[in-house]
């Protein structure tokens, strides 16, 4: 008996709002990869649904040939994007679709070689320990969310190591995302340094050749910890348990094309998908971040101190509509700056002013 499935060509000229009807193979399931034949090109396209009744009087053609396969969470993922950012099935699922370059033979060493001879430190701070040992019950459990609060240098790094070598230890897979790709070679030597090549990288700047491979070494589980800017929330891990969010305020995670996904969202989703722990840290956590925390969806662990007791900077917040009512009109820099900046002119000094626009 025939068997008929739905599937959604990957056809990047046109926005492909519904799926098509093919005859498959026995052996063809839910996110099997598929040749088809869509208008006058062969296209390859992901097969969302089997055992579907054919439309009435259409004389449905057979798919051509069968390429490999995506877990249906993966599947279930994209449709989720499609339908939560207002973007069509077919533009979401090419983003869990692999590339379809041919290989070059020889794998390219990626960017992150082994770092600065770093050594893991012997012992964690007590908040360090604390947050890991919450995200570790959490591995044994269902999953669930943890925002990790800490400022710059107060060790979130070495806790996102020791959570994936804890998912490692489960025999399970973790993604860590960072929000851009100037910041994937840093991240990426660090745990290369830990985890060796169980370690893969995927992000924008790969051609489709090293993107390609490096998707087959994570696909295999040669590579269970995968390292990328917030495409890699697509990667197909075998057996996910963790995702790390790095920096998971930056609006950098925002895609500008469609489907506009929010990487940091797509993490928390994919991670209850997989009944995984979605561990996102940052130093100033996003507001929505902190509503979640209140609102009981997050579990909240604070690092209060930097590594090795490092003096924490002298922060003073200045309320410039005194200032202007000193004044009495608009005014740029505050007293208070302009006397420490003639301060440090002074003594021959350097200063480096940040202004958001």
Known sequence: MTRYASVYPL?????????FTYAVPDEVERGAIVDVRFGNARRRGIVTEVGVTPPEGVTVAAVEGVAQSLSPALVDLALW???????????????????????????????????????PPERLSDSQAHALARIEELLDANGGNVLLA?????????????????????????????????LTPQTLGRFRQRFGDRVAVLHSALSDAERRDERERIASGEAPVVVGARSA???????????????????AYKQDETPRYHGRDVAVYRAKLAHAVCLLGSATPSLESFANVKGGKY??????????????????????????MRTRGMV????????????????????????NR
């Not at 399970?172 to 851009?180: K, Q, S, Y």
């Not at 075998?238 to 920096?247: F, G, N, P, Q, Y």
């Open 11 to 19: 056809v990047t000229a046109r926005a492909v709002a519904r799926p």
């Open 81 to 119: 994007v499609a339908d939560y950012y207002g973007s069509t099935p077919a533009r979401a699922l090419a983003l869990v679709a692999p590339a379809t370059a041919k290989r070059r033979g020889e794998r390219r060493v990626v960017d992150g070689a082994l770092h600065v001879g770093e050594t």
């Open 150 to 182: 800490g400022a710059t240098g107060s060790g979130k790094t070495e806790v996102y190591i020791r959570a994936c070598a804890a998912a490692l230890a489960r025999g399970r897979g973790a993604i860590v995302l960072v929000p851009e790709i100037a």
């Open 233 to 251: 929330v697509f990667a197909p891990v075998k057996d996910l348990r963790l995702i790390v969010v790095d920096e998971e305020h930056e609006p």
């Open 299 to 324: 579990r909240l662990n604070t690092l209060t101190k930097r590594v090795d007791d490092k003096k924490m900077p002298d922060i003073q917040i200045v309320d410039m509509r005194i200032e202007v």
């Open 332 to 355: 740029t820099l505050s007293r208070l700056l302009v006397d420490h900046m003639h301060q440090r002119f002074a003594r021959k000094e350097q200063i480096i002013l940040f202004i």
